[in-house]
């Protein structure tokens, strides 16, 4: 299994671009690179999956280099409802979700 | 109401009783999953199910019991309670196999708390 590596928790303010980057060294050929968000006494809710170069959906941006060692995951413009838990996992996209990883996170904190 | 739906949302349970958390999806969904999420910590996958009478344990299944007879429904019975499994628990399900995205979709969660 692919383990990633995220920083523990990032400060921000309002309006300001946010860029977390994830790393996974040892990830597969076959595996994919998902983000999802958690509010306090919620799920988790997927914001975006890639597999190589940029993916952009309405909510954020994810940037994964040639070599797909690591991610960057961008929300442009943050607000305060940003504010959130942020997972990154790896693995592969076709399997029961097994092998899907839930890490510590990332805790976004986004000030006014 | 679609979605994914969980019951009870809240619950007290005392050491040594079973107690069974459902969960209701109405995708269809071929995939649901169970989840545990303790304090400061990630979640924890503790069975998953890839169709009805299919199911598979996660990293962390010993103490738990799922079954999977319809579809929409994956019940996940502790069989005995210990402290340990105060947590939440949150049900997921996913489509099979539907494009690029690969997006598992969470139920509001479960509080449980053994005392």
């Known amino acids: 299994l692919a383990k990633t590596t995220q920083p523990i928790s990032m400060d921000s303010y309002e309006g300001q671009e946010v860029n977390i980057t994830c790393s996974h060294n040892n990830i597969a050929t076959n595996d994919y690179i998902t983000w999802y968000q958690q509010f306090p006494s919620q799920g988790p809710r997927f914001i975006i999956q890639g597999y190589k170069t940029k993916v952009t959906n309405e909510v954020a941006s994810l940037f994964i280099p040639a070599d797909r060692k690591s991610s960057t995951l961008s929300l442009p413009r943050v607000s305060l409802s940003d504010t959130a838990v942020y997972y990154c996992?790896?693995?592969?996209?076709?399997?029961?979700?097994?092998?899907?990883?839930f890490g510590a996170g990332t805790i976004l904190r986004v000030k006014s | 109401d679609a979605g994914i739906t969980q019951s009870p949302r809240y619950k007290i349970t005392e050491t040594g009783r079973q107690v069974t958390l459902m969960c209701h999806q109405t995708?269809?969904?071929?995939?649901m999953f169970w989840y545990r999420q303790d304090l400061g910590h990630g979640l924890r996958l503790i069975y998953y199910?890839?169709?009805?009478?299919?199911?598979d344990k996660g990293e962390v299944p010993d103490g738990y019991v799922v079954s999977r007879s319809k579809t929409e429904n994956f019940p996940l019975t502790l069989e005995s309670a210990t402290r340990s499994q105060t947590s939440v628990y949150f049900c997921?399900?996913?489509?099979?196999?539907?494009?690029?995205?690969?997006?598992?979709?969470f139920g509001p969660g479960t509080r449980l708390t053994v005392t």
């Open positions: 199910s890839a169709a009805a009478d299919i199911t």
């Open positions: 997921a399900s996913k489509a099979a196999g539907q494009g690029q995205i690969d997006e598992q979709y």
């Open positions: 996992l790896v693995g592969p996209s076709r399997e029961y979700g097994n092998k899907l990883v």
């Open positions: 995708w269809s969904h071929s995939y």
